[in-house]
């Protein structure tokens, strides 16, 4: 339930960020830069709410793994959403981030709990 809670508030922040950046940015640029800036909070908010684990150095600069395969789910849906369905891009990264979930939580898990005992 937490780390669904928090993947609300991190799809926030992102789409958040997402928003703004187009208003400067093409829309892939606007993407990468939003999904690199909400996993810094991502990080912190599934290590204090989710798995209830100190944040370390370790931790966060292996974080970024938990969203490699996020990351090129949600890059390629939104390309294949906005370039091959020509549906828009503003609801896109929304669409394509629902599949990666799972993979996500796995890969996170399994990253924040290493060495911290029972969460």
């Not at 922040?13 to 909070?41: D, E, I, K, Q, W």
Request: positive net charge.
């Amino acid at each position: 339930m937490a780390f669904a809670l928090v993947g609300v508030v991190n799809t926030g922040v992102y789409y958040g960020l997402y928003l703004l950046f187009l208003n400067a940015l093409p829309y892939l640029a606007a993407h990468v830069l939003a999904f690199t800036l909400s996993m810094t909070s991502s990080f912190f908010l599934n290590a204090r709410f989710t798995y209830r684990t100190r944040p370390t150095w370790r931790k966060f600069l292996l974080f970024p793994l938990t969203y490699a395969t996020n990351f090129l789910l949600t890059t390629a849906g939104v390309y294949v959403i906005v370039d091959v369905l020509h549906a828009g891009n503003r609801f896109a990264p929304l669409l394509a981030s629902g599949a990666a979930i799972p993979v996500t939580f796995l890969v996170s898990r399994t990253i924040m709990l290493r060495g911290s005992g029972p969460g």
